[in-house]
């Protein structure tokens, strides 16, 4: 054996190692049923193998269940592999998304007592998601149905065991003649019958590498076949580079190859660039290499021209592809270049069969050779070659690069002819300093332009969001559910305090609050309501009262205040009464105070009028009468001190005297205006003026609050409709809230310099505001929280767009009527059309 070999067969030993990985590792191989990248599909296999494979539809994966549990399990799987499985192709440009239809439970041949669950079908799929929603359906991809190859491979590999792989999709086609293909077979039959081995119908939605099995293939193919391998490239992959380094024949540089090819020697059949024909001259050299390029770019021109002069050249090629739509394009072109008799489509069903082969082989030989003759073709190529050199000058002048746009008058002229015949739209419009961008700047500018397209409504004003007036710059989502918190915590409390208000209203009889200032009111008149000056009924001695407010609820409150004060609300006239009562009360006191100190208290409790009436009767004579001084002595018997007393003195004591029994009487007598005005705030024949002064005030700001003489006698004089009322004044909690609601609004101003303006468009204070508008508004805003994010890169777009001096345009694309499809098309249109007139003035 050839040392050179070693290496090859060493290396292929090593590549077959590294692809397999035929072990527990492999999901293909170990399917583990709970993993997170894995979910059970509750459908039938045989109806998704029908649906997706056969008819090619989609499959809708909600409410797979009735159980909503499950559907809210499912669905949370199903966006788990929807992200991992989009981030695998983002990063890697993988689909790694399976339906694995049926599991084989087995064991590996080294390992037999372990079990094993390996698919045995796998149909490539991709989850489709609406945006912003969690609505997934299956759609089949492009990619063809398989055996699992890793499964195949190990059951070669450990039993000898060889499966059919191939699979030929058509209508007769069905999940169980799949499946059967593997539960039949002689030797898993065998296993499955001795209940060795078993075949389950499921369902899974899994992640899965596929491996590079059909390369190992490949490689056993080499090594079964005994082939003697000497070949540079694979020496080179072997690590053995000197023999392929050494046949790589010297490249002509595309800038060369019209000096050293001439135009007698080309025989392309279609048009072909100097990249196309460095292409085609490598090739002939006889070099190995891949072309490599993006749709459009003309890489199967190239094949054509290549096979053309090849061809030319009386050399057999072979055009091989993994798809015959790939080969009917070869083909196609070919028989428009009058080629179609040198070429045997192997793809044609009548020509691909064994016995038809040879027999179109020799025709298709002896049409080859019928066409071919030689011209004299001199004359053509002298003329050829010299327009070529005319043409190769002025190609110098149009391929000059112009900075710093790095594009040459050649390029940007085809670059404009492409887009006037994707897009006729004309927008007129102008912006500075074109000649100084580059064709990064003309790239970010398309760049941000195509991103407008998202911002429609906010370009043509479909869409606004209350946030648009906030001085907010940024919304980060830290900053976002703070604000969303904010609102929360606000619309909560405005709720607490409008459902309760009602309540509030309800038992007073008065209308819904509209404000909070109207609210307030409400509350104020409750809690007045609530301090209604009540006698509290203790267990004590007979006649122990005691004025308070409502403070606890642990006795029966007895309102002091009498009914008809509520029905007859005339307040001056109990102002005036009490008046008269004080007057009355306080002379009494007076004159009771300066005879207490001179009389005992048995003599106001002697017919004084009688005795003021006698001594009024006493003349300038007086003392000559025993009857005077009988009465005299009766008086000053009553007298604390012995001292000398006039007879003036005594009359007026006994003027006093008479006063006072008779404002005692008064008092005491039940007609007594005051006395029936004031009756509940007496205690035996005392009047409780500071009681009555808090009821009357009490009273004087409740007439303030004008509510329903009806309502007010029910709160007061019902013990329920009392304790209904404190009640819901407690759930209101109204300082409290009101301090929350103000304290969450002054928030706002921090987003919103003037958030009142914002909520109804008027000067209103917060409080004055509706109640309702107020909890709209919060709602708008919460809910546009996101719209505003969108605003806000809606806006960074047009500054960023506005600094690259395109606000002309910016102007005429909110005017205009032009689809957003092709804004960036008619910017990079009109930008290259100023830019090549102005390059070719420079020319000329």
Known sequence: ???????????????????????????????????????????????????????????????LTTDDTENLIINKNLTALYKDARETFEQKGVNVLFIALGTLKWNFKEKPREEIISPIILIPIELDKPPRKKEYSLLSTDESIFINPALTLKLKYDYGIILDEEINIDKDLDYQKLLDRVSQHQD?????????????????????????????????????????????????????????????????????????ILPSS???????????????????????????????????????????????????VLVVAEKPVALQVVFDRLNKSGLEEAIINFSNQDIGKKKNFAKYLKNYRKDYEQIYEELDLNYIFYELTSSRQRLNQHSTMLHQKWQPIGKSTF?????????????????????????????????????????????????????????????????????????????????????????????????????????????????NAGHHIANFPLEKRRHQKQGEFENVFVQTT??????????????????????????????????????????????????????????????????IFRWFSPKYWENKRKILNYRKSKRYCSDKNLINDLEKAVKIQKIKSKLRDNNYRPRLAFE??????????????????????????????KSISELIYSENSRRELINALDKLNWQKNLKEINNEFEILRDYFDYPEKMINGSNSYFNKIPINEIEKFLEKAANELDLFREWLDYQENIKQ??????????????????????WSTIFEKKFLLLLVTIYLRQQC
């Open 1 to 63: 054996m050839n040392k050179a070999i070693d290496p090859i067969e060493q290396k292929i030993k090593q590549w077959k190692e590294n692809l397999a990985e035929l072990g527990k590792r492999n999901r293909l191989l170990h399917f583990q049923k709970d993993q997170k990248s894995t979910t059970e599909i509750p459908i039938p296999a045989a109806e998704i193998f029908e649906k997706l494979v056969i008819q090619e539809k989609s499959i809708s994966l909600n409410n």
């Open 188 to 260: 898993i039959s065998k296993r499955i019958n001795n209940n060795n081995w078993k075949i389950e119908d499921t369902t899974y939605l899994a992640l899965f590498e596929r491996k590079k099995v059909s390369m190992i293939k490949d490689l056993e193919y080499l090594q079964e076949a005994g082939t003697k391998i000497n070949n540079p490239i694979l020496l080179g992959l072997a690590n053995n580079r000197k023999l392929y380094e050494s046949s790589i024949p010297k490249i002509i540089p595309p800038e060369n190859l019209d000096e050293c």
């Open 411 to 523: 390029e940007l002229y085809g670059e404009l002819l492409r887009l006037q015949r994707e897009c006729s739209y004309e927008i007129r419009f102008t912006f500075r300093n074109i000649n100084e961008w580059s064709y990064i700047q003309l790239a970010q500018a398309k760049n941000l332009i195509d991103k407008l397209i998202q911002f429609y409504p906010f370009i043509k004003c479909q869409q606004k969001t209350v946030w648009q007036q906030s001085n907010l710059t940024t919304l980060n989502s830290q900053k976002r559910e703070e604000i969303y918190e904010g609102i929360d915590k606000l619309s909560q409390h405005i709720k607490l305090v409008r459902e309760t208000g009602d309540e509030l209203a309800i038992l007073l009889s008065q209308q819904t609050s509209q404000t909070l200032e109207e609210l307030e009111f409400i509350v």
């Open 266 to 316: 080309a025989l392309q059949v279609l048009e072909a660039d100097s990249s196309q024909q460095q292409v085609i001259e490598a090739a002939i050299s006889g070099m190995s290499f891949i072309v490599q390029g993006p749709p459009g770019t003309g890489k199967s021109q190239t094949i054509v021209n290549l096979i053309a002069e090849l061809i030319g050249q009386n050399k057999k």
């Open 680 to 709: 509940n705030f007496f205690i035996g024949d005392k009047p409780d003026f500071f009681s009555i002064k808090i009821a009357l005030l009490w009273f004087d700001e409740l007439i303030k609050y004008q509510l329903s003489k």
């Open 801 to 822: 767009l506005k600094n690259m001096g395109l606000e002309s345009f910016l102007d005429k694309i909110k005017e205009g009527d032009a689809s957003p499809n092709v």
């Open 554 to 619: 642990g006795f029966i409150d007895i309102p002091k205040v009498p009914k008809f004060w509520i029905s007859n609300s005339n307040i001056k006239l109990l102002w005036d009464l009490l008046s008269e009562l004080e007057n009355d009360y306080n002379l009494e006191q007076e004159y009771s105070n300066n005879l207490a100190s001179k009389y005992r208290n048995s003599f106001f409790s002697q017919n004084l009028r009688t005795v003021l009436s006698i001594c009024r009767g006493w003349g």
